[in-house]
């Protein structure tokens, strides 16, 4: 027996209804794939980033020497970076050897004279009449960078021993190195028991010290810059504060200056601007 139009029409118009009805079925579950592999992505992506950064770390701790160097070759001049009162030791007692003939210490806070340096040293004074210059304009290592190139090429120099601590020391060679690119650095990192290999790791404070650090070296790699480098004309200099080197700590042994050092200028108070 053969099927009529009408019911041929009928079951046609059943079939379409019925697979309307599937497609709709179907469509939720269209989205709810698509987040599920978006947030797969996320999450892998999320742990590679992690994976990154972590090995980023380790490699930049790599670069800090665990170590004072024992002998430092000899170079025009030294900069040293202020931040600790170890830093300057270091660089006056460098200076004393004879492993530079003018001494560059950057970023020293206004409030801090020749006058106060002076009786900071007593046993250097003879090395502060005519070797020493201090910095008051850096803000940040950025500034010390600009600052040190500034006085580098005043002078002449071609060659710069940078005292720094060690963990600032990446840093540091990386903004010098820009700001003197025809200059030879020669690192000279100060090491403290806090950054000696068994030590950093399992110190919170020293583990946080070299995280910040770390992210500042990424931030100064991709020349990120929130902050202003140098005091500038008409600006507002920073707040006065106690004097950053205590008399005590600042001990050095009388040496005489070497030969290369007497045709040297007596120490300047500030930089030219």
């Given at each position: 027996?053969?099927?009529?139009n009408?019911?041929r029409?009928?079951?046609?118009?059943k079939?379409?209804?019925?697979?309307?009805?599937?497609?709709r079925a179907?469509?939720?579950?269209?989205?709810?794939?698509?987040l599920?592999?978006?947030?797969?992505s996320?999450?892998?992506?999320?742990?590679?980033a992690?994976?990154?950064?972590?090995?980023?770390?380790?490699?930049?701790?790599a670069?800090i020497?665990?170590?004072?160097p024992?002998?430092v070759?000899?170079?025009?001049?030294?900069?040293?970076?202020t931040?600790?009162?170890s830093?300057?030791?270091?660089?006056v007692?460098?200076?004393?050897d004879?492993?530079?003939r003018?001494?560059?210490?950057t970023g020293?806070?206004?409030?801090?004279?020749m006058?106060e340096?002076?009786r900071?040293?007593?046993?250097?004074?003879?090395?502060?009449?005519c070797?020493?210059?201090?910095?008051?304009?850096?803000?940040?290592?950025?500034?010390?960078a600009?600052?040190?190139?500034?006085?580098a090429?005043?002078?002449?120099?071609r060659?710069?021993?940078?005292?720094?601590?060690?963990?600032?020391?990446?840093?540091a060679?990386?903004?010098?190195?820009?700001?003197?690119?025809?200059?030879?650095?020669?690192?000279?990192?100060?090491?403290?028991?806090r950054?000696q290999?068994?030590s950093?790791?399992?110190?919170?404070?020293?583990?946080?010290l070299l995280v910040k650090e770390?992210?500042?070296?990424?931030m100064?790699?991709?020349k990120?810059?929130?902050?202003?480098?140098?005091?500038g004309a008409?600006?507002?200099?920073?707040p006065?504060?106690?004097?950053?080197?205590?008399?005590?700590t600042?001990?050095?042994?009388?040496?005489?200056?070497?030969?290369?050092?007497?045709?040297f200028r007596?120490a300047?108070a500030r930089?030219s601007?």
């Amino acid at each position: 027996m053969t099927m009529s139009n009408t019911g041929r029409r009928a079951v046609r118009q059943k079939q379409s209804a019925t697979g309307r009805t599937g497609a709709r079925a179907q469509t939720p579950a269209r989205p709810r794939s698509l987040l599920r592999r978006l947030v797969v992505s996320l999450v892998l992506l999320t742990g590679l980033a992690g994976v990154a950064v972590a090995a980023g770390f380790l490699a930049f701790t790599a670069q800090i020497a665990a170590r004072e160097p024992a002998a430092v070759k000899p170079a025009d001049a030294i900069v040293v970076l202020t931040g600790g009162p170890s830093r300057i030791v270091d660089a006056v007692g460098l200076l004393a050897d004879g492993r530079g003939r003018r001494l560059l210490i950057t970023g020293v806070n206004p409030a801090t004279s020749m006058d106060e340096m002076r009786r900071a040293l007593p046993d250097g004074e003879h090395l502060l009449g005519c070797c020493i210059d201090l910095g008051h304009k850096a803000l940040n290592t950025r500034g010390n960078a600009l600052e040190a190139a500034e006085w580098a090429r005043e002078k002449r120099f071609r060659s710069l021993v940078v005292v720094t601590s060690s963990w600032h020391m990446p840093r540091a060679m990386m903004e010098l190195g820009r700001a003197l690119p025809d200059v030879e650095l020669v690192s000279y990192p100060v090491v403290t028991t806090r950054t000696q290999p068994e030590s950093w790791w399992s110190d919170p404070g020293t583990l946080k010290l070299l995280v910040k650090e770390y992210l500042k070296f990424i931030m100064a790699t991709v020349k990120i810059r929130p902050a202003q480098a140098v005091a500038g004309a008409g600006e507002s200099p920073r707040p006065a504060q106690p004097a950053p080197i205590a008399p005590a700590t600042l001990r050095v042994t009388p040496t005489p200056i070497p030969a290369a050092s007497a045709g040297f200028r007596p120490a300047e108070a500030r930089l030219s601007p």
